[in-house]
């Protein structure tokens, strides 16, 4: 591996110092992350409700937070931790119990962007109401583009002329037919988003046990990469998405996302020339022994 000079630090790994930073950036992100689902709760819940409703305003953060920690636990298992360790039974019971309470994170970040989806595509026009002006004087908000408004008389003109209004949050925040057709467009790629990740972080844990058993070449390995590469397309796709509706951060944290996962692929390469390694030094050695 290239190795930069640093003053005072000697010669650092490029590799450790891009993933460090990556790291850093993806943890920046989630505190915005957090304080967006914290201003979109101020709207969605300021009438309460109960424990399944607060997690749905804060579906994003969930989601991060077990993210996070398979990344963190993906980082161990391919290059922190050592093949002895990994084999103790109490680490790798605790890796799997911290590994399923994070899918459950995960589960719950698809039930909720479906349930989202479904609810806004199974909303109906208010009734009685052709004018977003006469929802002024009741403590609703408007949003359009994941952008919340709180509606006003000297505002509500400018905001919507449309005749036909529907509920985003029923009882709270409405929109009309345009940001209605765009928030479903914003749910199901936000689902979509998910699924993608999850099909990932499958190709990835199967090529880790793969790895695991010193398999680094056959028809499943070449399946699993070319998945990645389909999902990595997608998700490509889904962040120039949100750059052409203005999400330009969206498309950021995307973006650092698949770097993330990148370094977990680039750890994937290393131990893979490690493995191949032993297995040609193992080769050698036993042709001249024979």
Known sequence: MRTIPVPFLGRVDQRQVFKAAVYLLLLVNFVFYFRDDLRTA???????????????????????????VLLFLLELETWVLS???????????????????????????????????LGLANASPIPGVNDLCQLVATD??????LNY??????????????????????????????????????????????????VILFT?????????????????????????????????????YWVTLGHYRFAYDESLWILGFITIESNMQAWKRE????????????ARIS
């Open 42 to 68: 101020s709207y969605t819940m300021r009438n309460g409700g109960d424990l399944l409703r607060w997690a749905g305003s804060f579906t994003t953060t969930i989601d991060l937070t077990g993210w996070f």
């Open 83 to 117: 093949d002895e360790v990994q084999g103790r039974r109490a680490v790798a019971v605790t890796v799997q119990g911290i590994r399923l309470v994070c899918y459950c994170f995960l589960a719950h970040s698809v039930y909720s962007f479906g349930r989202i989806y």
């Open 140 to 145: 609703i908000s408007f949003v359009r583009n």
């Open 149 to 198: 408004t709180d509606l006003t008389a000297a505002n509500c003109d400018a905001l919507s002329q449309a005749s036909q209004f529907f509920f985003a949050e029923p009882g709270l925040v409405v929109t009309d037919a345009d940001g209605l057709a765009l928030e479903q467009n914003l749910a199901l790629a936000d689902w979509m988003e998910v699924v993608i990740w999850l």
């Open 204 to 240: 990835i844990e199967v090529m880790v046990r793969l790895q695991d058993q010193g398999k680094t070449r056959g028809m499943l390995v070449n399946t699993m990469k070319i998945f990645k590469m389909l999902c990595y397309t997608a998700l490509w796709g889904i962040a120039a």
């Open 275 to 286: 493995i191949e390694a032993e297995r040609q030094h193992d080769e050698i050695l036993g």
